[in-house]
């Protein structure tokens, strides 16, 4: 029996050389920090200061790159791994010295590249981050790619699928309920929350092929394309914040660890379609409001950018000859076809599945601007008397049930394809209705549950992982057919141990993202940003360049 699934692509060696140098840079580094003399107390460098400036100019001091956190210069990770500061003297050139190609040359980047001993043992943290980074991204190739870990059958028993979700529901309500400091209407804990549970059903429809919920996940995949509306609608409107390098930092969020897995398992862009539809969505808020944002302090003009954003998705995918041709020249980014089941129509997934919540996000953005409105309404009920206070709650949760129940029976209780066809344009109403009875009450709105809050803040990571450390394509641009089995035998047992080793891995896949992206995304530095981008694609691009004409040189190059 063969080891691989599928041929080797330079791409794929390309990441095995760059993990390889990876490693020996690191455990160089550690050399060398082991070899230090000890620090005298309070002298020696926190990983906050030695990771300061991983790929700004080598030399710069992290004590000298940190302005007053009231400039807005300052970028915290949000677990609170690294604080990555920039220099006050990089804000108007290029680091600190007098030119793009100076600056180069002396970043960080490329004197760990030359193995310079001041620059590996000062990013030493950095490397750690990369090599683990690399070790989890092997993994998925090992899980998938190799016929060392055996496949199972998928098999769906609903009474299974309901059990398992209830169970985790009770475990979630029952230890990790949590106080919000004030009843926001739809708080941070609240949403991620919410991301969580949808989650957890979205992941056990794939593993046990759970097709009879179908139409159920098709609104939660809806719900998260609300969201990436409402929440970076909100987020401009109240900040105005529209910096390049907080939206390059969001970028690299949705696209760094599929990037990579697209390069290592030698699969497209579009198999993990939810980060090219939330990618394009979150472009086209920041567009929205980016254009003329001092008319964002109007509500009459935000009214008409809302409108405006219809109409454009009107025009760019209710008209489908409009669509491709706006999208055929990015056929080789956005095409796909499924080596089980090809088509020559490659754009069809990517029109397909962008259409489904082609609307939503602009209903997001409406929701967000109406956000103040309905939670002064909310606030209104709250301060009613006991008996007016428990009519009109009574009376909205009497109108949410019935809209519910119409709902349910018109259009939720429809076969498949004719759900698909009328989702675009009623998915809204389940959301509002969720939304409604979710903060009906003050105590509803301050209270959420932890557990799904902490699951809700890796469904990127989980989204991706499920495909190759969860369950198994086998093949590149294969679709999860089995399941990863390290119990043969004991299908259950075999759940537990391959979805804790699956959350684990997730969860260490967001901390390591949002780190690296600390290190090389600068938040208020164009420059600097401008400079890491072009060293990271010019280094990734002769590294790949040498070693395809390597392997063209020796024979061995499958692509």
Not at 289 to 304: D, M
């Given at each position: 029996?063969?080891?691989?699934?599928?041929?080797?692509?330079?791409?794929?060696?390309?990441?095995?050389?760059?993990?390889?140098?990876?490693?020996?840079?690191?455990?160089?580094?550690?050399?060398?920090?082991?070899?230090?003399?000890?620090?005298?107390?309070?002298?020696?460098?926190?990983?906050?200061?030695?990771?300061?400036?991983?790929?700004?100019?080598?030399?710069?001091?992290?004590?000298?790159?940190?302005?007053?956190?009231?400039?807005?210069?300052?970028?915290?990770?949000?677990?609170?791994?690294?604080?990555?500061?920039?220099?006050?003297?990089?804000?108007?050139?290029?680091?600190?010295?007098?030119?793009?190609?100076?600056?180069?040359?002396?970043?960080?980047?490329?004197?760990?590249?030359?193995?310079?001993?001041?620059?590996?043992?000062?990013?030493?943290?950095?490397?750690?981050?990369?090599?683990?980074?690399?070790?989890?991204?092997?993994?998925?190739?090992?899980?998938?790619?190799?016929?060392?870990?055996?496949?199972?059958?998928?098999?769906?028993?609903?009474?299974?699928?309901?059990?398992?979700?209830?169970?985790?529901?009770?475990?979630?309500?029952?230890?990790?309920?949590?106080?919000?400091?004030?009843?926001?209407?739809?708080?941070?804990?609240?949403?991620?929350?919410?991301?969580?549970?949808?989650?957890?059903?979205?992941?056990?429809?794939?593993?046990?092929?759970?097709?009879?919920?179908?139409?159920?996940?098709?609104?939660?995949?809806?719900?998260?394309?609300?969201?990436?509306?409402?929440?970076?609608?909100?987020?401009?409107?109240?900040?105005?914040?529209?910096?390049?390098?907080?939206?390059?930092?969001?970028?690299?969020?949705?696209?760094?660890?599929?990037?990579?897995?697209?390069?290592?398992?030698?699969?497209?862009?579009?198999?993990?379609?939810?980060?090219?539809?939330?990618?394009?969505?979150?472009?086209?808020?920041?567009?929205?409001?980016?254009?003329?944002?001092?008319?964002?302090?109007?509500?009459?003009?935000?009214?008409?950018?809302?409108?405006?954003?219809?109409?454009?998705?009107?025009?760019?995918?209710?008209?489908?000859?409009?669509?491709?041709?706006?999208?055929?020249?990015?056929?080789?980014?956005?095409?796909?076809?499924?080596?089980?089941?090809?088509?020559?129509?490659?754009?069809?997934?990517?029109?397909?599945?962008s259409g489904l919540d082609r609307y939503i996000w602009v209903y997001g953005m409406l929701c967000a601007l109406m956000h103040p409105t309905a939670s002064a309404i909310l606030k209104f009920i709250d301060d009613l008397p006991i008996l007016r206070r428990y009519t009109a709650r009574t009376i909205i949760l009497s109108f949410c049930a019935v809209a519910g129940y119409v709902y349910y029976i018109t259009?939720?209780?429809?076969?498949?394809?004719?759900?698909?066809?009328?989702?675009?344009?009623?998915?809204?109403?389940?959301?509002?209705?969720?939304?409604?009875?979710?903060?009906?009450?003050?105590?509803?709105?301050?209270?959420?549950?932890?557990?799904?809050?902490?699951?809700?803040?890796?469904?990127?990571?989980?989204?991706?992982?499920?495909?190759?450390?969860?369950?198994?394509?086998?093949?590149?641009?294969?679709?999860?057919?089995?399941?990863?089995?390290?119990?043969?035998?004991?299908?259950?047992?075999?759940?537990?141990?391959?979805?804790?080793?699956?959350?684990?891995?997730?969860?260490?896949?967001?901390?390591?993202?949002?780190?690296?992206?600390?290190?090389?995304?600068?938040?208020?530095?164009?420059?600097?940003?401008?400079?890491?981008?072009?060293?990271?694609?010019?280094?990734?691009?002769?590294?790949?360049?040498?070693?395809?004409?390597?392997?063209?040189?020796?024979?061995?190059?499958?692509?």
């Amino acid at each position: 029996m063969a080891l691989l699934t599928a041929d080797i692509s330079s791409g794929q060696v390309t990441l095995f050389v760059v993990f390889i140098w990876s490693v020996i840079a690191w455990i160089y580094a550690e050399y060398l920090h082991s070899r230090r003399p000890p620090a005298k107390h309070g002298d020696e460098e926190s990983p906050n200061k030695e990771e300061a400036a991983k790929l700004l100019p080598h030399g710069v001091s992290s004590e000298s790159s940190a302005p007053s956190s009231a400039n807005g210069n300052g970028i915290a990770s949000s677990h609170g791994n690294v604080t990555v500061e920039e220099p006050a003297q990089m804000s108007k050139a290029y680091g600190a010295h007098g030119n793009m190609w100076e600056s180069m040359t002396n970043s960080g980047l490329v004197s760990c590249l030359l193995l310079k001993r001041q620059a590996i043992e000062h990013h030493r943290l950095t490397l750690r981050a990369i090599v683990e980074f690399g070790l989890l991204i092997i993994w998925y190739f090992v899980a998938d790619r190799t016929t060392i870990i055996p496949e199972g059958e998928k098999s769906y028993i609903r009474d299974v699928f309901i059990f398992l979700f209830v169970v985790l529901t009770s475990v979630a309500v029952g230890t990790s309920i949590r106080a919000f400091k004030m009843p926001l209407l739809l708080n941070r804990p609240q949403t991620e929350e919410w991301k969580g549970w949808m989650q957890i059903l979205f992941l056990l429809y794939h593993y046990y092929d759970a097709k009879e919920v179908y139409n159920a996940i098709r609104i939660f995949i809806a719900a998260y394309v609300w969201m990436t509306g409402f929440g970076n609608f909100s987020y401009y409107y109240k900040t105005g914040d529209f910096c390049i390098g907080r939206f390059a930092q969001m970028l690299w969020r949705l696209n760094f660890l599929v990037f990579f897995v697209c390069v290592i398992l030698r699969n497209s862009y579009m198999l993990y379609y939810i980060c090219p539809m939330h990618t394009i969505f979150t472009v086209f808020v920041y567009v929205a409001l980016a254009i003329a944002p001092k008319l964002n302090t109007n509500h009459g003009w935000l009214f008409v950018k809302i409108l405006l954003s219809f109409v454009f998705i009107f025009v760019t995918w209710d008209l489908k000859f409009v669509f491709y041709a706006i999208w055929s020249p990015f056929k080789f980014i956005m095409g796909y076809s499924d080596p089980r089941n090809p088509t020559d129509d490659t754009l069809h997934e990517w029109y397909f599945r962008s259409g489904l919540d082609r609307y939503i996000w602009v209903y997001g953005m409406l929701c967000a601007l109406m956000h103040p409105t309905a939670s002064a309404i909310l606030k209104f009920i709250d301060d009613l008397p006991i008996l007016r206070r428990y009519t009109a709650r009574t009376i909205i949760l009497s109108f949410c049930a019935v809209a519910g129940y119409v709902y349910y029976i018109t259009v939720y209780c429809k076969p498949k394809y004719e759900y698909n066809e009328i989702h675009p344009y009623t998915s809204w109403i389940p959301i509002t209705l969720w939304i409604v009875v979710r903060n009906i009450t003050p105590w509803l709105r301050v209270h959420s549950l932890r557990l799904y809050g902490w699951l809700g803040c890796i469904t990127l990571e989980t989204y991706i992982s499920q495909f190759h450390i969860w369950m198994k394509t086998d093949l590149p641009d294969g679709q999860p057919k089995s399941l990863l089995v390290l119990i043969p035998g004991y299908p259950l047992l075999n759940f537990a141990l391959v979805s804790a080793l699956y959350i684990l891995v997730s969860h260490r896949l967001f901390d390591l993202t949002n780190y690296l992206k600390n290190v090389a995304v600068p938040h208020s530095n164009n420059a600097l940003l401008l400079r890491n981008v072009i060293l990271m694609v010019v280094t990734g691009a002769v590294l790949y360049t040498v070693i395809t004409a390597l392997y063209i040189a020796t024979g061995k190059l499958w692509i």
